[in-house]
């Protein structure tokens, strides 16, 4: 085997957009760094009605070079070309992202490509968000081919095993994002959204039930009689019905303190909504990992976070940020407790200070893809 391995990556990559897109133009570029590699990416995802949002490609466009754009989940035809191009490249290793048991098909038919030793899987999600009754039976073919399965908590990692106890797997961590801004911009970003305010919170992402919005929304109305000139950023496309929150909100009493963008947010952007904020909030009622998590530390911003899945893995309780139940009481404490202590400078310090511990380099070094 020569120095350089030659490794192919399949899953999703810019321009199409979403967090599991962006983590694997940054492990790419991590990896190509020692290695050969040649991405597979996706020509579309899901098809038009199955898809909830508004388009599945952003303005994000990616410097690597070495991507081939050709799969289809649905069209065998492209399943077979890339299983050519795999064997073609004499590939040493072969590094999938998988998210989605709707993937399970496909994936299994590129596995084959190269030997079970030198098959990694690399898991954003074990369970989906939907899980469905016979996604355990898909996952047990599926696991059972894998030469390595890639973690990021142990919740993850768990999960894993209960469907294959024989699992070979690699408990890691999600790196942070390095997104690069301007300490000192923050106000400048406030005033072109028009916040007057310290006290600021940001909800991150897609809106989907399981990201817990409502309970946040009650812990607002919770913690608005306590906390003076509160204002609640909430930020990403809506994948359900916006008129529920909204009527929350009203009920509340509450429609000045919340500001909504409810479009995708491209990776340039996304800068001025997190330093306009002093404190991250993920209510999540059912999770395994999140990416807004690495992006709250890449501008060391606090969090809150519940503990659901393997949220509370990447939170130092009371240093980072918060730790809290599923709940709006449990929630609504901690937020009048980090604007009453102001906690926000000590807390952005220590992320600051201990976040290396979370860069893309390690994260390679635990994958020890050049052990024979």
């Known amino acids: 085997m020569s120095s350089r391995l030659k490794i ?9 957009r979403g967090g ?9 570029n991590q990896i190509s760094l020692k290695s050969d590699v040649t991405v597979l990416n996706f020509k579309s995802l ?5 898809f909830p949002g508004k388009s599945e490609y952003g303005n994000n466009k990616s410097s690597f070079k070495n991507v081939n754009t050709i799969l289809n989940p649905l069209n065998v035809l492209s399943w077979i070309k890339a299983k050519s191009l795999i064997k073609k490249n004499n590939t040493d290793k072969l590094i999938i992202s998988y998210w989605s048991f709707f993937f399970i098909p496909v994936y299994i038919f590129l596995l084959s490509s190269v030997k079970k030793d030198n098959r990694y899987v690399l898991f954003h999600n074990v369970i989906s968000h939907e899980n469905r009754p016979f996604e355990r039976f898909l996952l047990k073919s599926f696991i059972k081919r894998i030469g390595r399965c890639i973690v990021m908590n142990n919740y993850n990692k768990e999960l894993i095993l209960k469907i294959n106890p024989k699992a070979s797997i690699i408990n890691n961590y999600h790196p942070i994002y390095e997104l690069p801004y301007i300490d000192n911009s923050s106000n400048n970003y406030k005033a072109d959204l028009n916040i007057k305010t310290g006290k600021t919170i940001l909800f991150f992402g ?11 929304i009650n812990a607002i109305g919770l913690s608005k009689n306590k906390i003076k000139d509160l204002k609640v950023l909430i930020v990403g496309e809506n994948y359900e019905s916006l008129e529920k929150y909204h009527k929350m909100i009203r009920a509340h009493n509450m429609e000045g303190s ?3 963008v409810n479009n995708f947010v491209d990776k340039d952007d996304i800068k001025k909504y997190f330093l306009s904020s002093e404190l991250v909030v993920l209510p999540y009622k059912s999770a395994s990992q999140s990416g807004v998590l690495s992006l709250a530390y890449n501008f060391n911003r606090p969090v809150i976070t519940t503990d659901v899945g393997g949220l509370s893995d990447y939170v130092s309780d009371k240093k980072s940020g918060f730790i809290v139940e599923p709940n709006s009481e449990d929630l609504s404490k901690k937020i009048n407790m980090f604007f009453d202590k102001n ?20 994260f390679e070094k635990k994958l020890k893809l050049y052990e024979q």
Do not use: C, Q
């Open 8 to 16: 192919v990556t399949v899953g999703p990559f810019p321009p199409l």
């Open 258 to 260: 919340f500001i909504f």
């Open 343 to 362: 906690l926000f400078e000590t807390m952005s310090k220590f992320i600051k200070d201990n976040k290396k511990i979370f860069s893309w380099e390690s």
């Open 46 to 50: 899901y098809p038009k009605m199955l």
């Open 206 to 216: 897609l809106i989907r039930e399981y990201k817990g919005l409502d309970l946040l």
């Open 20 to 28: 599991i897109a962006d983590f694997h133009e940054s492990l790419v």
